[in-house]
């Protein structure tokens, strides 16, 4: 079965610094895809990016980009110039190819951007 | 972008009451819903796909008695929770994805909180 791990719970970050959210993942299945979320404190899941598992490049949206490695099963999101409005819930979840729509959720990690 | 409309957003109510939370597809067909519960400071947690013109497909645990699930057209899918009890308080979560393709985000509603005096 496949299982999402992010080992932090809580993180903290400077203003206008990077931050790196973990994300480790395991299937046996090839096909698949990564996806982040952010839910603020008002509870809406907002998408952030995808990763697929046969994509070459590394994905990016803006200020958000994925540290995918995939021979080590990891797919971390980077958050560069963080911003107070950053501070959230983070959740990595994975979609296998052979199991229709649905997500698998890691635990979460919540970031705290400092002023 | 495709939006997912999730009604009501918040609900206060007695032990004993059922209540009902709609899930609407406001931009697209959604052939598969998916509804999640969340208890604080944890993950979301899958309760239930639910298939247009079908039966729900439960996760391992979720009383199907409990928890009606109705996807009676392709923009709408309801959670009833029938004879609900405080332990039943928590915040439930819809999803909807365009098409079946690997790489379609699940995009969700706002989420309903539930509490249950």
């Known amino acids: 079965a496949q299982k999402i791990t992010q080992t932090q719970p809580g993180m903290f970050v400077q203003e206008k610094e990077a931050v790196t959210l973990d994300c480790t993942y395991d299937t046996s299945d090839p096909s698949y895809g990564l996806f982040w979320y952010k839910q603020p404190s008002s509870g809406e899941m907002i998408f952030l990016i995808y990763q697929g598992s046969y994509d070459q490049q590394n994905a990016t949206e803006g200020r958000y980009s994925l540290n995918f490695q995939k021979a080590r099963k990891s797919a971390n999101l980077v958050i560069s110039a963080s911003q107070l409005g950053d501070s959230a819930m983070y959740f990595c979840a994975m979609r296998l190819n052979n199991a229709g729509n649905m997500l698998t959720f890691g635990g979460g990690t919540r970031l705290m951007v400092k002023p | 972008g495709a939006v997912v409309s999730q009604h009501p957003s918040r609900v206060i109510c007695k032990s004993g009451t059922s209540v009902k939370i709609e899930c609407r597809s406001l931009?697209?067909?959604?052939?598969?819903m998916f509804w999640y519960r969340q208890f604080p400071k944890q993950s979301l947690m899958l309760m239930a796909t639910s298939n247009e013109g079908s039966k729900a497909t439960y996760e391992q645990g979720v009383e199907k008695d409990k928890f009606l699930i109705n996807h009676a057209s392709l923009t709408l899918s309801t959670l009833t929770v029938t004879s609900a009890h405080p332990e039943d308080s928590s915040f439930y979560i819809c999803?909807?994805?365009?098409?079946?393709?690997?790489?379609?985000?699940?995009?969700f509603g706002d989420g309903t909180r539930l509490s249950i005096l």
């Open positions: 931009d697209f067909q959604a052939t598969t």
């Open positions: 999803s909807a994805s365009i098409g079946t393709a690997i790489n379609q985000p699940q995009h």
